[in-house]
């Protein structure tokens, strides 16, 4: 390896050192010190050229003899920067660490609830009455404390006092904590690995501001709070990892840790805060705490839904009349149509001129409709179709060239010969002033008539029955015109 140096001093590395470290063949400079390694260096790494730094102006014997030290200062001893030279502790010190800096640590009762109380109370004093920091009480008196008959501290309840601040390493030397409670405090930093040195049963550190990672060697630790029953060693008995939460902060029968959305980084939390909106896993009808309910998001999904159709039923309408603006035909399926009734496309317009012109006078209403049937095959769907023999249709379409009829059956070229039949229709023709006049079938029934008479009453009515151009613009007629299927 091209590796010449690793430091990782003053962190919070726990475990053993690597052996693997010593296959490093290049490696001049190693430092692990301030950290909570237990065990002894390795021998691989006790050798000539790693961290000679340390031994400059030593004879050389005596830097043999510590090689392993220039590593890390041994379990029991300390040094200033925690490598050689190393110094043992004193009496009611002690040290399970590798490359201890500074002083062993301080094993006396009072000490530790000392260094305790400083570490807890740097923002004021704790809610509630509290004597710990009187130096005549007796500290077996100190409140939250228990202590068993040779006034060892066996417990340490301080649950919601408003502790602030961190959690001192000594805690963990208390030789007979076996209790110690701290929930729904304001602590923060990171959780000891020191506590796995206690006698520990119950901890609780849930509903403070921790953040890390339960140390895995108090994971590893049996009997706190039930750790390592039938061979189960789980840190979520210890407290829920940053990003889950449970209602006591921990696994504890089946209040299991579960995740939170908005993966909050806080150790130990009983909910996810109010910066989170769904929550899973909970026993109510509700997502989670401070989450959104299940009736809130069916209330959404309505809304969402009925915006999108009241937004296409607009949307459809608008192009609605953007056909009927410009005159196009609307489809049959967009328009409305309840009865079932089918549009007739063959309809014929008898008016001279376009329903849809402006400035066209408004007529009275119309009269003289057709209540009988025609007969026939074909209409023409426009204005310019020429007239049938049929009185019916006489005086109602323009004189043009065209070769199609409507419904009749009988030839132009036939049509001026052509006597009515008796039972054929007569059609009521109105002038606009209310006047009336009769059919010229009606006319001719008034006078006798000759022989020659009648050759010249049917001429006349062939030529009644052809369409003039001159005819009053103001003369009209209205049919009912069936549509043949």
């Known amino acids: ?99 201890r800096t500074g002083e062993c640590i301080d094993l006396d009762q009072r000490d530790i609830l000392d260094k305790f109380y400083e570490s807890t109370s740097l923002k004021g004093p704790w809610n509630g009455d509290s004597n710990w920091n009187k130096e005549d ?33 000594e805690i963990g030397f208390l030789e007979y904590l076996e209790v110690l409670d701290l929930a729904d405090n304001h602590l923060s930093g990171f959780l000891p690995s020191d506590l796995r040195w206690a006698p520990l049963r119950k901890l609780d550190v849930s509903g403070n501001r921790l953040r890390g990672v339960v140390p895995p060697m108090l994971c590893l630790k049996d009997g706190v709070n039930g750790n390592g029953e039938g061979g189960d060693y789980n840190c979520e008995r210890i407290a829920c990892p940053a990003g889950t939460f449970s209602p006591t902060g921990r696994e504890v029968s089946r209040d299991l840790c579960m995740p939170c959305k908005n993966e909050q980084r806080i150790l130990g939390s009983k909910s996810c805060g109010a910066d ?132 009749s059956g009988v030839s132009r070229t036939s049509r001026a010969s052509k006597v009515p039949d008796n039972d054929s229709p007569t059609v009521e023709m109105r002038r606009r002033d209310g006047g009336e006049r009769d059919a010229p079938a ?6 006798p008539a000759t022989s020659d008479d009648k050759h010249s009453d049917k001429k006349g009515e062939a030529k009644e029955s ?12 209205w049919l009912d015109v069936p549509k043949i299927e």
């Open 137 to 169: 009480t007796f500290l077996c008196d100190f409140s939250g404390v228990k202590c068993d008959a040779k006034n060892n501290v066996i417990a340490i309840e301080l649950k919601g006092r408003g502790l602030k601040g961190t959690m001192p390493e």
């Open 442 to 447: 009606q006319r001719s029934r008034q006078q």
């Open 276 to 407: 989170s909106k769904i929550n899973i896993g909970l026993k109510d009808s509700s997502f989670g705490h401070d989450g959104m309910s299940a009736a809130h998001v069916v209330g959404l999904t309505v809304t969402i839904v009925g915006l999108f159709v009241a937004g296409s039923f607009f949307l459809a309408s608008r192009l609605n009349q953007d056909r009927q603006a410009r005159g196009q035909e609307i489809p049959q399926e967009d328009t409305e149509n309840p009865l079932g009734l089918r549009r007739n496309p063959h309809a014929v317009s008898s008016l001279p001129y376009d329903d849809e012109e402006e400035n066209v006078p408004k007529r009275k209403k119309r009269t003289g409709r057709f209540n009988g049937t025609i007969t026939g095959s074909s209409y023409q769907a426009a204005r310019t179709m020429p007239p049938p023999s049929d009185l019916l249709y006489s005086g109602t379409f323009p004189e043009v060239d065209d070769e199609n009829s409507v419904a």
């Open 1 to 99: 390896s091209l590796m010449n140096e690793l430091w990782l001093q003053d962190n919070k590395l726990s475990g053993t050192v690597p052996a693997a470290l010593g296959d490093l063949k290049n490696m001049v400079n190693l430092y692990v010190d301030g950290n909570k390694f237990t065990g002894t260096v390795p021998s691989s790494l006790c050798r000539v050229g790693l961290n000679d730094d340390f031994f400059e102006n030593v004879p050389e014997t005596e830097r043999d003899a510590h090689l392993c030290d220039s590593v890390a200062c041994p379990a029991g001893t300390s040094a200033f920067e925690g490598v050689y030279p190393c110094k043992p502790c004193q009496s009611s010190y002690t040290n399970p660490y590798l490359g």
């Open 466 to 477: 052809e369409w003039s151009t001159e005819r009053d613009s103001g003369h009209e007629v």
